[in-house]
């Protein structure tokens, strides 16, 4: 978790964006939070799944079978600015859990009800 911004703690609102665009997300993201689309604040949740790394200096963890293969995202934005970031590796692509647990972690962060 990152804040760019130290003067940002607590936006009034959020507005959903999910790139890309994700099922899976959208259905868990809609019911833990009630998202205004003509917010300024964008939240924006990517994901992204079946990661390989070819590198020799990660072959000790490739073997061992804890590499992680993909990730879930969030920033919060104000036009092209980020504002915050929250970034989790995951060894598979994210489960409605994974969102969950995710996404909590960024509202007790910033403080949303």
Do not use: R, W
């Amino acid at each position: 978790m990152k804040f760019y911004d130290e003067s940002f703690t607590q936006p009034s609102c959020l507005n959903l964006v999910i790139f890309p665009p994700d099922e899976l997300i959208e259905s868990t993201m809609v019911k833990l939070y009630k998202f205004d689309k003509e917010c300024e604040y964008k939240l924006v949740v990517s994901q992204k799944a079946g990661i390989t790394c070819n590198s020799p200096h990660n072959a000790d963890k490739k073997t061992s079978g804890n590499f992680p293969s993909s990730y879930i995202q969030f920033n919060v934005n104000k036009g092209t600015k980020t504002l915050f970031t929250y970034y989790k590796d995951l060894k598979n692509k994210p489960t409605q859990d994974d969102i969950s647990v995710s996404f909590y972690k960024v509202k007790e962060s910033l403080k949303l009800p």
